[in-house]
């Protein structure tokens, strides 16, 4: 599976993001697909996950203020940030778990956020 993922940029504090994830077609009946977010000098951070049954979910440091989100007709997944603050900053990917189960096995090569104060 291939990823890209785009919509990144720099943004003042307050203001808002759509991310976006186009990916390849696939195989897979199952599956499941995760925002990340790394901050220079920080770890990957999981942001938010879709699950190919429809069920999402979000991290506390993004809940009531990121909405992940799938149009399976285009192959995009979507990540719409409102709300931004600087510790937003940071590389954003997508990645593909095959089964579910954590173990993500594809990822993209991300979209640099960045929100100035």
């Known amino acids: 599976v291939h990823l890209v993922e785009s919509g990144g940029g720099s943004v003042q504090a307050g203001g808002s993001l759509r991310l976006s994830c186009v990916h390849s077609?696939?195989?897979?009946?199952?599956?499941?697909m995760g925002w990340f977010r790394q901050a220079p000098g920080k770890e990957r951070e999981g942001i938010a996950i879709?699950?190919?049954?429809?069920?999402?979910t979000a991290a506390d440091s993004v809940k009531g203020r990121a909405t992940i989100s799938k149009d399976n007709a285009a192959n995009t997944l979507y990540l719409q940030m409102n709300v931004l603050k600087p510790e937003d900053t940071g590389m954003y990917y997508c990645?593909?778990?095959?089964?579910?189960?954590?173990?993500?096995?594809?990822w993209g090569r991300g979209t640099q956020v960045t929100v100035s104060s």
């Open positions: 990645a593909w778990d095959v089964g579910c189960d954590g173990s993500y096995n594809y």
């Open positions: 077609d696939y195989i897979y009946s199952r599956y499941c």
């Open positions: 879709y699950d190919s049954n429809g069920r999402t």
